[in-house]
């Protein structure tokens, strides 16, 4: 097992109990998966971990087939056993699909950077090349609904907690964020939905976060944006900007659309949270996408 592997398979092993404190957000995520679901589509999830942000017997009633993704396999098969235990029938269930895979194809070389720092240079080079290259797994499949949860910031945190404050740090988790964006277009059918929920700064920066009313929530956030106060590479106005204007990714898209944050109860810290739903044209010319707001500066 590797480094990366291990250490987000200890995260998941102490989140796993979370479900009851994340129900509000899962809500939120639900909200967002099931807006275009229908008994003839698929649905894939990116970053399902433990489940406990989706409910799968709900996920298996709206779509066709859920296919669940993660670097962590045990975890996604406990939140699966966990949501079909009981009385649930073998039809739901089998409906849910597991994908065991490194969404990135860097975690080896990151835990080369943890056992070799001094060789940190030429494993950046590495890291940057493989970035270039399609993404292992999946790279046949297409789905009418494609959805990140969460997962982006996992990613970047794996880069960050790696290399540290290396030179080229922000460029690698800025080629993180355009593959990852990519990825799911890459995964979407013609015509298809894609959704990227990202959290973005904690409560161990931003303390107020659980006490802040939710009709306060976007003006607080909007400051603490103007603070730099959040996740390197996860600026919402940037993430916003980078999808309207990122050649490859923007091509043939079409209603791009992003919601107001909403907090992530995840027992010891809270998290801002924040959507963003675009779909693609079936045929023809892509419609215009809105002019990007104004956007923060990047960090």
């Known amino acids: 097992m590797n480094r990366i592997l291990h250490s987000q398979s200890q995260h998941n092993l102490q989140s796993r109990d979370g479900w009851d404190c994340a129900r509000e957000h899962r809500r939120r995520v639900m909200a967002m998966l099931l807006k275009n679901a229908s008994q003839m589509k698929r649905l894939c999830v990116l970053g399902a971990g433990n489940c406990n942000d989706i409910d799968l017997p709900e996920l298996a009633d709206a779509y066709r087939e ?4 993660d670097l962590d396999g045990d975890a996604m098969l406990r939140g699966v056993e966990k949501q079909f235990s009981g009385a649930s029938s073998p039809q739901r269930s ?3 699909k597991t994908v065991v895979g490194d969404l990135t194809g860097i975690s080896e070389l ?6 070799a720092p001094q060789n940190i240079d030429s494993i950046v080079a590495a890291i940057e090349a493989r970035l ?4 292992d797994g999946l790279r046949t499949e297409r789905f009418d609904t494609v959805a990140s949860v969460c997962l982006l910031s996992q990613l970047v945190h794996s880069v960050t907690e790696t290399i540290g404050a290396h030179a080229q740090l922000l460029s690698i988790v800025q080629a993180v964020r355009r593959q990852h964006l990519h990825l799911l277009r890459h995964l979407m059918q013609p015509g298809g939905r894609g959704i990227l929920i990202s959290d973005f700064v904690s409560s161990l920066t931003a303390p107020q976060l659980p006490h802040v009313p939710s009709d306060q929530l976007p003006q607080y956030v909007r400051q603490l944006l103007n603070q730099q106060n959040f996740f390197t590479g996860l600026n919402p106005a940037v993430l916003a900007h980078q999808m309207q204007t990122d050649s490859e990714f923007a091509d043939g898209l079409q209603r791009l659309q992003s919601t107001a944050p909403w907090i992530w109860d995840f027992g010891p810290r809270q998290y801002a949270v924040c959507g963003f739903q675009f779909d693609t044209r079936r045929d023809g010319p892509p419609d215009a996408i809105p002019q990007p707001p104004q956007r923060n500066n990047d960090v």
């Open 132 to 135: 270039q290259q399609p993404p």
């Open 66 to 69: 859920v296919v669940l993704v």
């Open 110 to 115: 990151l835990s080369q950077a943890v056992d």
């Open 94 to 96: 089998a409906k849910i």
